[in-house]
Nanobody, 127 residues
Framework: VQLVESGGGLVQAGGSLRLSCTTS????????IGWFRQAPGKEREGVSC????????HYAESVNGRFAIHWDKAKNTVYLLMNSLNAEDTAVYYC?????????????????????WGQGTQVTVSS
């Protein structure tokens, strides 16, 4: 099982980025995917998640209305579109998979259930 994030970089405040999480080594159809982030000196925070049926998504209050998660099953890739970025969004962003998530059930922004993690991609927002 492998998850690879990409799409991070340096962006000015108010700008946008699209992060990608490409998976391999398992069937994505029956698992949930979550995006998390960790800023220097802070604990890891759940940002967004999506169930494999794509009927359930969840966003942290801090990003709700600005971020959108999308799953392209044909490409085995989950995207996180981030708009109206601000300095507080600066962090390393990770994607992870919850292998026990029911396809129709809610996904969680709690990190404990997630089994496999990517290496992370840095997002830096300049003010």
């Amino acid at each position: 099982v492998q998850l690879v994030e990409s799409g991070g970089g340096l962006v000015q405040a108010g700008g946008s980025l699209r992060l990608s999480c490409t998976t391999s080594g398992f069937a994505m159809d029956y698992y949930a995917i979550g995006w998390f982030r960790q800023a220097p000196g802070k604990e890891r925070e759940g940002v967004s998640c999506i169930s494999s049926s794509e009927t359930n998504t969840h966003y942290a209050e801090s990003v709700n209305g600005r971020f959108a998660i999308h799953w392209d099953k044909a490409k085995n890739t989950v995207y996180l579109l981030m708009n109206s970025l601000n300095a507080e969004d600066t962090a390393v962003y990770y994607c992870a998979t919850d292998l026990d998530a029911h396809p129709l059930g809610p996904c969680t922004l709690v990190s404990d259930p997630y089994d496999y993690w990517g290496q992370g991609t840095q997002v830096t927002v300049s003010s």
